[in-house]
């Protein structure tokens, strides 16, 4: 027998019995909205598929549109545009970010490094209708649309997430490590080479791969850039490129119902396309991580 | 590394530091008296290699505006082994990096005096900082191997990495043989040399930074701290191994741990708040200090 007071138990009273039922309602708020998201995605991906069902098969990969008053037909110019206009876009923005990631995270003073960093996270919040206007204004009036204005619209969106990335994975290699080289008598830029670089090279891979699944979608800066484009597979730079994001946009407005589906059946294609991307992305984003911290 | 952080692991080991139990006054007597007065008077070998000593004069450091460094002068005998105690902040690794010109290297740092090499100033206007550090290596107070390579490979990074003469191919492989021989190591991994640096245990880690360091030949090795980050059997195998450093180096460490200084120093000094306090060989240093403040500190009153 207990000669404690006949009160005395252990079981959760007051405060306690409060917080414990506080901590379970947050918990589910918590969870449901983590389904929420996730279900959103779900829902979009299904509703894509279910609407582009019957646009989509192998003809519609394949295939340029048809010819005005037939059926059929697909999306095979527009692949190759934007395509294209990434590479073109990628030739641009990989190398000018890269460097100037490089340039932040090792060479630059703080202050300077500061600047820079600010400056790329503005560049990052432009929208991309303002940079598709200002590409407009400079290349495009006075002269005609072209793939390259176009590219080079996607580049300038692709800069400050290339840069930042590079400079992110570049600081994850510890600062130790770079004084051990330092220490041993190698030199700034050959202990970067040598030491830093390869634990960072997947990083940087996953930093532009980001950058290309970032602009593949991009639909604003094209409409002014690279819109009028032909029906047919072209490689030409010089002239306006067609793409998948334009051509979603076109068909959607289209008065002709068998191109809503074939935009639903785009739309399902730019979607798996930037699925891949940041998949593999990840992929060499952890190995990054486990190579910078030497596990 | 950046002031602050150092600041920070700083505390942490001396936070950490009364739980190994202050040591009395008579264990650093002890610990002094058995290494320094029996083993080293009778059985200290002639170094095999004679290296050059150093010398610091009015060392003045500052990070930005903030005065780290007050004035320090020291000399650093050649072949022998001088550790550098105090209280966290009080200038010792600041002191340490100005040996090999690292403290240049965090932005705002700044140094001035002068630091000669064998008569030859580290600071010279015609004196580069590359060429100053493949003399003068340091061990850090982390392990840091480079976590991309081999265990090979980390050690002839120094080679085939800084601007010295090439290595031939061949020497490549006895150098790096002799380095691992050199710091303890050879026979834990001759066996598996192409494995990665990073695969191997924290006190591994350390000799393997110390061969590293010895690969390039240096003249002086600085030891930052190198056993902070290690358990007792890995520390004592450091200090046994800076006994054999000794003879084909001149040493300088820097220690939180008083009975470390008392067993592997020669000579050692005493610093607060960025001054020099006092230099003495290691016994006298634990036995029968000149001042206050370092009996004060090394019988564990404060610090």
């Keep these: 027998m207990s000669t404690t007071a006949p009160d005395f138990n252990l079981r959760a009273s007051g405060r306690v019995r409060r917080r414990q039922a506080v901590n379970r309602l947050s918990l589910l708020a918590a969870s449901g909205s983590a389904v929420l998201a996730v279900a959103v995605l779900l829902l979009l991906i299904v509703s894509v598929i279910v609407k582009s069902a019957g646009a989509l098969n192998l003809d519609f990969i394949t295939q340029t549109p048809a010819a005005f008053g037939q059926t059929g037909g697909g999306i095979a110019n527009a692949l190759v545009g934007t395509g294209l206009l990434i590479l073109v876009a990628m030739a641009m923005a990989v190398p000018i970010g890269v460097f100037a990631g490089i340039y932040t995270s090792e060479f630059a003073r703080p202050g300077p490094s500061a600047i820079v960093r600010l400056v790329l996270d503005v560049l990052n919040g432009v929208p991309s209708i303002v940079i598709g206007i200002f590409i407009f204004g400079l290349l495009v009036v006075g002269h005609h649309q072209s793939g390259f204005a176009g590219s080079v619209a996607l580049a300038i969106i692709m800069l400050p997430i290339i840069a930042r990335s590079t400079q992110e994975v570049l600081a994850l290699v510890p600062g130790t490590v770079k004084e051990a080289g330092l220490a041993l008598g190698i030199s700034r830029w050959r202990t970067f080479l040598a030491v830093v670089l390869p634990a960072a090279y997947g990083g940087i891979i996953t ?11 991009e639909t604003a800066p094209l409409l002014f850039t690279s819109s009028i484009a032909p029906n047919t597979v072209t490689t030409n730079v010089s ?57 | 590394m950046a002031p602050s952080d150092s600041t920070r692991t700083e505390t942490e080991q001396s936070a950490a530091q009364p739980a190994v139990g202050a040591p009395s006054a008579a264990e650093l007597r002890a610990a002094a008296q058995t290494d320094l007065g029996e083993r080293r008077a009778d059985a200290r070998p002639a170094p095999l290699q004679t290296a050059r000593g150093m010398e610091a004069r009015d060392v003045l450091a500052w990070y930005g505006a903030s005065q780290a460094l007050k ?19 009080c200038g010792k690794s600041t002191f340490v990096r100005c040996l090999n010109r690292m403290h240049e290297e965090i932005p705002g740092g700044r140094v001035e005096g002068q630091i000669t090499l064998d008569g030859h100033d580290i600071y010279a206007s015609d004196a580069d900082p590359v060429t100053v550090r493949s003399k003068i290596g340091m061990v850090f107070q982390k392990p840091n191997p480079f976590p991309t390579k081999s265990i090979f490979d980390n050690v002839a990074a120094g080679l085939k990495l800084s601007g010295g003469k090439r290595v031939k191919r061949s020497d490549l492989r006895d150098r790096v043989e002799s380095s691992l021989r050199g710091a303890g190591l050879w026979e834990e991994v001759k066996d598996r040399l192409s494995a990665p640096g990073m695969s191997l245990s924290g006190g591994q880690q350390q000799r393997l930074c110390i061969a590293r360091a010895i690969a390039v030949e240096p003249e002086v090795v600085l030891m930052d701290e190198p056993c902070s980050a290690l358990d007792p059997v890995a520390t004592l195998r450091i200090e046994e191994l800076i006994h054999e450093l000794r003879q084909r180096y001149t040493i300088v460490i820097v220690t939180h741990n008083m009975q470390q200084a008392a067993r592997v120093a020669d000579s050692t000094a005493f610093m607060l708040s960025g001054e020099l306090v006092e230099f003495a060989p290691t016994n006298k240093i634990f036995t029968d200090p000149d001042d206050e403040r370092t009996e004060q500190y090394v019988t564990g009153k404060f610090g």
């Excluded at chain 1, 930093?207 to 979608?217: D, E, N, P, Q």
């Excluded at chain 1, 593999?280 to 984003?285: N, Q, T």
């Excluded at chain 2, 004035?71 to 902040?89: C, D, E, K, R």
Aim: avoid cysteine; aromatic fraction near 6%; proline fraction near 8%.
């Design chain 1, 207 to 217: 930093a532009t791969l980001l950058g290309v699944a970032r602009v593949a979608g």
């Design chain 1, 239 to 295: 002239q306006a490129l067609p793409s998948i994001p334009v051509t979603i946009f076109t068909y959607s407005e289209s008065p002709n119902p068998e191109q809503h589906q074939q935009a639903w059946a785009a739309a399902l294609v730019l979607i798996v396309f930037v699925l891949l991307i940041s998949i593999v992305a990840r992929l060499f984003a952890a190995r990054a991580r486990r190579r910078a911290l030497g596990r």
């Design chain 2, 71 to 89: 004035g320090i002068s020291l000399p650093f005998a050649p072949n022998q082994v001088t550790a550098l105690i105090g209280p966290s902040g």
